[in-house]
C-alpha cells in the first residue's frame, strides 16, 4: 500500500511555471506506475501523464505534451510534475496517483493540489 501527498500547487501568471510534488509513503513506491490527473469543475478528470517504476519511460497526454515533465526520485519516494508554460486552461486541482506495475488500474490517489493560472 502507499499513501501520495500532494504539494507545490499555487497560483502563476499565464507562462510561468510551477514544479508539483507528489510524496509517497511505503517501501514498494519503486514498484509502482505514478500518473498525474488533473480534475476542472465541470470537467472529467483528465489524464496528463505517467511515469514507469525506474523513471525510464514516460507517457503524457497531447495537451501538455512538451510543456509538461514528469520526473521521480525513488530514494526519496517522490515523483514531480514540472509544469511550463502555463495558460489559463490549465488551471483545477492536480493529483498525483499510484498504479501497481502489474495492476491496470490507479489505486491510490492524493488529496490534489490547486493550481491557478491567471491571464
Known amino acids: 500500500q502507499v499513501q501520495l501527498v500532494e504539494s507545490g500547487g499555487g497560483l502563476v501568471q499565464a507562462g510561468g511555471s510551477l514544479r508539483l510534488s507528489c510524496a509517497a509513503s511505503?517501501?514498494?513506491?519503486?514498484?509502482?506506475?505514478i500518473g498525474w490527473f488533473r480534475q476542472t469543475p465541470g470537467k472529467e478528470r483528465e489524464f496528463l501523464g505517467t511515469i514507469s517504476t525506474g523513471g525510464g519511460n514516460t507517457d503524457y497526454a497531447d495537451s501538455v505534451k512538451g510543456r509538461f515533465t514528469i520526473s521521480r526520485d525513488n530514494a526519496k519516494n517522490t515523483v514531480y510534475l514540472q509544469m511550463n508554460s502555463l495558460v489559463p486552461d490549465d488551471t483545477g486541482v492536480y493529483y498525483c496517483?499510484?498504479?501497481?506495475?502489474?495492476?491496470?488500474?490507479?489505486?491510490?490517489w492524493g488529496q490534489g493540489t490547486q493550481v491557478t493560472v491567471s491571464s
Open positions: 496517483a499510484a498504479r501497481w506495475y502489474e495492476g491496470r488500474e490507479y489505486n491510490y
Open positions: 511505503g517501501r514498494t513506491f519503486s514498484s509502482y506506475f
